[in-house]
């Protein structure tokens, strides 16, 4: 119960905290920049402080605000009626240049572990992934070692099928170090490609499983060197 307790008590917090960020910036970004009359340092205060309010953070809101003056000097931005746009359009700029892809290999196995509480989206994710992977041309594998729950692994199942890749699988309340090395066994036998593996939800305060999650770990690195490569918390 108490470990319950703790973990509805994170989920709200990150909630309240993702609301409080979503309002400031959708209620007060919208009364500095309708309550101006041109574009000018004060408007550029007033903008990063409300930023840094909303848990933007300080570096990404100077890059922001640098980026909206280049655009000012530029002549591309002249009133505080199309800034509104242009911040949105700014950030999603400066977002996608930062994003990285997986440095994956093509001349061996890779292995992708997917962690995290229940109800978090793990399968969803994984499912995208493997439809992403699969759309660049890798050879991708889903491993249900999430075994607690049949539901688990039909989901698992479905998305394997929408991502048209094979699972490799045992029935519920099957080991699931077993199924990793059942995975490993077949990776082992076919070309490189990618294996991503899902896990029970678990807390860490759960001592038993986390030595669950350990005992995969162990499996992995002792039939695959290095393995996992990745270990995806998803949250």
């Given at each position: 119960?108490?470990a319950?307790n703790?973990?509805?008590g994170?989920?709200?917090?990150l909630k309240?905290g993702?609301?409080k960020?979503r309002?400031?910036?959708?209620?007060d970004v919208?009364?500095i920049?309708?309550?101006?009359k041109?574009?000018?340092q004060?408007?550029?205060?007033e903008?990063?402080?409300?930023?840094?309010?909303a848990d933007?953070?300080?570096?990404?809101t100077?890059?922001?605000?640098?980026?909206?003056k280049e655009?000012?000097?530029?002549?591309?931005?002249a009133?505080?009626?199309?800034?509104k746009k242009?911040l949105?359009e700014?950030?999603?700029e400066?977002?996608l240049?930062?994003?990285a892809?997986?440095p994956?290999?093509?001349?061996?196995t890779?292995?992708i572990?997917?962690?995290?509480v229940?109800?978090t989206g793990?399968?969803?994710?994984?499912?995208?992934?493997?439809?992403?992977l699969?759309?660049?041309?890798?050879?991708?594998?889903l491993?249900?070692?999430d075994t607690?729950?049949?539901a688990a692994?039909?989901q698992?199942e479905?998305w394997?099928?929408?991502a048209?890749?094979?699972l490799?699988?045992?029935?519920?309340?099957?080991?699931?170090?077993?199924?990793v090395?059942?995975?490993?066994?077949?990776?082992?036998a076919?070309?490189?490609?990618?294996l991503?593996i899902?896990?029970?939800?678990?807390?860490?305060t759960?001592?038993?499983?986390m030595?669950?999650?350990?005992k995969?770990?162990r499996?992995?690195g002792?039939?695959l060197p290095?393995?996992p490569?990745?270990?995806l918390?998803?949250?």
């Open positions: 119960m108490e319950e703790g973990k509805r994170f989920f709200d917090r309240s993702l609301a960020t309002k400031l910036l959708l209620t919208d009364d920049l309708l309550g101006s041109e574009i000018d004060a408007l550029f205060d903008l990063e402080e409300a930023l840094i309010v933007v953070g300080p570096a990404f100077a890059e922001l605000i640098e980026s909206l655009k000012v000097k530029r002549k591309e931005l009133s505080p009626e199309v800034l242009v949105r700014t950030m999603r400066i977002l240049r930062n994003e892809p997986l994956i290999p093509t001349d061996k890779y292995t572990m997917v962690v995290g229940n109800g793990k399968t969803t994710t994984i499912g995208k992934l493997a439809r992403n699969k759309e660049e041309g890798r050879a991708v594998t491993v249900a070692a607690f729950r049949a692994i039909e698992l479905v394997a099928k929408r048209n890749v094979p490799i699988r045992r029935a519920a309340n099957a080991d699931p170090a077993a199924v090395f059942d995975a490993i066994r077949a990776a082992k076919g070309p490189p490609g990618v991503i899902d896990t029970a939800g678990r807390l860490h759960k001592v038993n499983l030595e669950e999650l350990k995969m770990k499996i992995m002792r039939e290095g393995a490569e990745v270990v918390l998803v949250l």
